[in-house]
């Protein structure tokens, strides 16, 4: 197919993207689950505050668990690679009334609160947040969770996060493309596949966001004919 735009003023040339995909990327999902295997060890990337103490009786999935038996125990997560879309975690208090849990989350420079959770009982709980939570923001990379004691002390378990990273997706040959007209011929493509193209006008200090992005199919493979014999023709008339 023949990529085509409008001109825009000013602009020296055009740079063209043309992908499988509408996003112009693929896109990867991955879930990771820190069971605290090492005890007080933290894994790599996590951080725990001084206190932080080991429950080989009471846990989430598998022993152990981490137990929080002061105010200002807390337990920083990694940086994942990237943006979280759902965060749980086990957590159960000692007494009917532990104290409470403030949860976090960070895009890598600002500490947001997701929710303080208040009056954590002897029951189990696994807590979870995702978009559908008021407070939960999409650009989350890391969390962190910071204990009050109230009565007791409080376990902690089992935090699963899940993530999907994006990959930039293009056509061999047509990322960023530099164009100096405002077509371009588009080869090398699959059949019958739909692609999608975008386009940015470039200067010589600047350039535009892209433009809307536009959907092309190719056509099927042709059919191949192959010689056809014919014998015992009758012709009527002159």
Known sequence: FVANWNSVNNATNYQLDVSTTAAFATTTSATVTEGFNKGKTPPPGWIFSKGILIDSTKYGTAKPSLKFNATGRSVTTATYPAPATQL???IRGLTTNSG????????????????????????????????????????????RFTY????????????????????????????????NGTSQPVSGLAA?????????AMSSTDSSAYSNVISATTCANSISISNIAITNVNCNGS
């Open 148 to 179: 009050t004691k109230a009565g007791g002390a409080m376990d902690f378990d089992d935090v699963t996060v899940n993530y999907s990273s994006a990959t930039p997706s293009y056509v061999p040959g047509y990322n960023h493309l530099t164009v």
């Open 100 to 143: 409470s849990l403030l949860v976090e989350g960070s895009d890598g420079l600002i500490w947001k609160t997701i929710e303080k959770i208040t009056n954590i009982s002897k029951t189990s709980v696994t807590k979870t947040y995702d978009a559908g939570f008021s407070t939960w923001q999409n650009n989350f990379v890391r969390f």
């Open 192 to 200: 019958n596949t739909t692609y999608y193209y975008r386009v940015r």
């Open 88 to 90: 749980s975690f086990f």
